[in-house]
Each structure stands twice: as C-alpha cells, then as structure tokens.
C-alpha cells in the first residue's frame, strides 16, 4: 500500500476514538459520512486530519469525493442513447456514521435536477429506502406492482446492493433484464459480476481515493502553516455489462 512505501505504520479504527493508538499517530484519514459534532470530536483528537467520501473543505478539513454528479447523467444519458427517456431510480437514504444527521443522497439530487431539465422527470418512477439489497427488492417489486404496464424501461440503482434487491424482484416478477427493463448500479463492487445477469454500474475508485487523501495529508504534515484546506473530486467510469446495453 502508498502508505507502507512511504514508511508509514498504518492504524486502522472502527468508530473507537477511545483507541490509546490514535493519540500517538502523526495524521487521521477518516473515511464516510460524518455528523458536525463528529468532525470535531475527530479534529479535537488529531488535528492532521483529512476525509473521504464527505464534503467537509466548508468545515476547514482536506477531502476526498466523487463526482456524483457526471456520473449520474452518464448513466441517464446512456439510457438516452439507447432510445430510453421513462427512467426509473432506485435510491437509498444515508445517515452519518453516528446515526445522528440524515443526508439526502446526491444521486437523487442530479438524477431529479438532470431529469427535470430534460423534461423527463416523474416522481412516480422514485423510489427510496435504505442501502441494502431487502430494501432494493421490496422497492422495485413496489413499483412493479404500483406502476404495471408504465413500469420504466431502465432503473438506476444508487448501489450495487440496491441493484441486486431490484434485480431479484425483477427475475421473480418475470419481467427480463435487460430486454424490458435495463438496470445500471452504483459503486462496481465484486458483487456486480456475482449475478446473472452481470451489472452494469459506475465504477468507483476507492482505492485512488485513499491514495490521494493520503497524498493531501501528506502535504500538511509537510507544510502545517502553510496548508489550506481543499478538495480532490475524482472521476468515475461506467462499466457496461449484461443488465443494460
């Protein structure tokens, strides 16, 4: 790993501040969503700090993120290439790591926003639960039963595990993917290619995330008085396989 090669001893904490380990080390990369009160907490036990996956350069604070945005309208525009303009999402609702502050997904911020530009967008073809494969079943097999024949020919699923639930409901209710209805995921996980058939989905690079957080952290430790907070957004990539064309 980056962090080894540069002669860095990595410590790994699983929502344990109290870990005696993480006083001694030279900078913290906190990876997820945070709550205010926990971004202080963080910044009052190590000062060197950067984060992944949360927009926190508002709060003073070096981050990692992903281009949401393009990445959603890729995949809209994608379907549009294909002569598909009734898209459906299948979205999840995230919470911080303490449970605390509810975050609205901002997939579903540009999938809505892309898709009322275009003229498209019906709140019907909507659906959100939470980030798990129960919640992407019982959600697509909610608009099957709800929407019948107007049931959209394409769905973007906000994660792998939501795709794989809505995939599931799609098998059972006889409905073929990718010949009805096409499916694209979020995140590109190993799962996508456990199923059949295989997921498209937009690929994420979780490991240039940490690379470059580790990079940013690597420039305060250097330049402490010198430093300003800023931001990395990185790109995706959609990875097209069996689930749509």
């Known amino acids: 790993m980056v962090f080894r090669k540069r002669g860095y001893r990595l410590i ?5 501040l109290t870990d005696p380990a993480l006083q001694e080390a030279d900078g913290m990369i906190a990876i997820g969503k945070f709550s205010p009160s926990q971004i202080k907490e963080l910044a009052h036990l190590q000062k060197n700090l950067a984060f992944v ?11 990692v993120t992903t281009d949401f ?35 609205i997904d901002p997939r579903f911020r540009t999938f809505k926003q892309h898709m009322t530009d275009l003229k498209l967008y019906k709140a019907r073809n909507v659906y959100i639960g939470d980030f ?14 709800e929407l ?16 794989v639930g809505a995939l599931r409901a799609l098998q059972e209710a006889n409905i073929p993917v990718p010949s009805r209805v096409q499916l694209i995921s979020f995140n590109d996980t190993a799962i996508t290619k ?4 295989r997921l498209s989905s937009v690929t994420v690079f979780t490991e240039e995330m ?36």
């Open 210 to 245: 940490g690379a470059q957080a580790f990079d940013l952290l690597s420039i305060l430790l250097a330049q402490p008085q010198d430093y300003h907070p800023r931001m990395i957004k990185l790109g995706t990539q959609l990875t097209i396989r069996e689930s749509s064309y």
């Open 53 to 63: 996956d949360s927009d926190t350069l508002s709060d003073g604070f070096s981050c």
């Open 148 to 163: 019948g024949n107007d049931l959209p020919h394409a769905f973007f699923a906000a994660s792998d595990t939501l795709a």
């Open 69 to 103: 945005n393009r990445s959603v309208v890729q995949v809209i525009e994608h379907f549009r290439h294909q002569g598909i303009t009734d898209i459906g999402l299948i979205a999840g609702e995230e919470k911080t790591a303490d449970r605390q502050l509810g975050l």
């Open 12 to 16: 790994r904490s699983f929502n344990d």
């Open 132 to 145: 798990s494969a129960q919640s992407g079943y019982d959600l697509m097999s909610k608009a099957i039963a």
């Open 194 to 197: 456990q199923v059949y058939p």
